[in-house]
């Protein structure tokens, strides 16, 4: 039984950090990469990051880049992704995904999380 759970979305106020989970189960976690996609009411999916199946390989969408970072503990069966210095913009549901490759960006995605909320307001 595959499973992906995310945590630690919020409300914080534009500047600040937030700090999300995705946590695997049910698999062979180190194998594959996992990216992280967020969506706004009304807006098309839009993917934020992925880091490779060992940490080596990270990608950022141009909107974050340089605001987020990306990491992974196979150990825990854990993605994480730091959000620094939010905006307003970044409010939106987030999901991470199962990638059916190793490396980023992968072919295709099978897994996905039910997502966590981040509202960033003030």
């Known amino acids: 039984q595959l499973q992906l759970v995310e945590s630690g979305g919020g409300l914080v106020q534009p500047g600040g950090s937030l700090r999300l989970s995705c946590a695997a189960s049910?698999?062979?976690?180190?194998?594959?990469?996992i990216s992280w996609f967020r969506q706004a009411p009304g807006k098309e999916r839009e993917g934020v990051s992925c880091i490779s199946s060992r940490g080596g390989n990270t990608n950022y969408a141009d909107s974050v880049k340089g605001r987020f970072t990306i990491s992974r503990d196979n150990a825990k069966s854990t993605v994480y992704l730091q959000m620094n210095s939010l905006k307003p913009e970044d409010t939106a549901v987030y999901y991470c995904?199962?990638?059916?490759?190793?490396?980023?960006?992968?072919?295709?995605?099978?897994?996905w999380g039910r997502g966590t909320q981040v509202t960033v307001s003030s």
């Open positions: 049910g698999f062979t976690w180190r194998f594959y990469a």
């Open positions: 995904a199962l990638g059916t490759g190793s490396s980023c960006p992968p072919p295709d995605f099978g897994s």
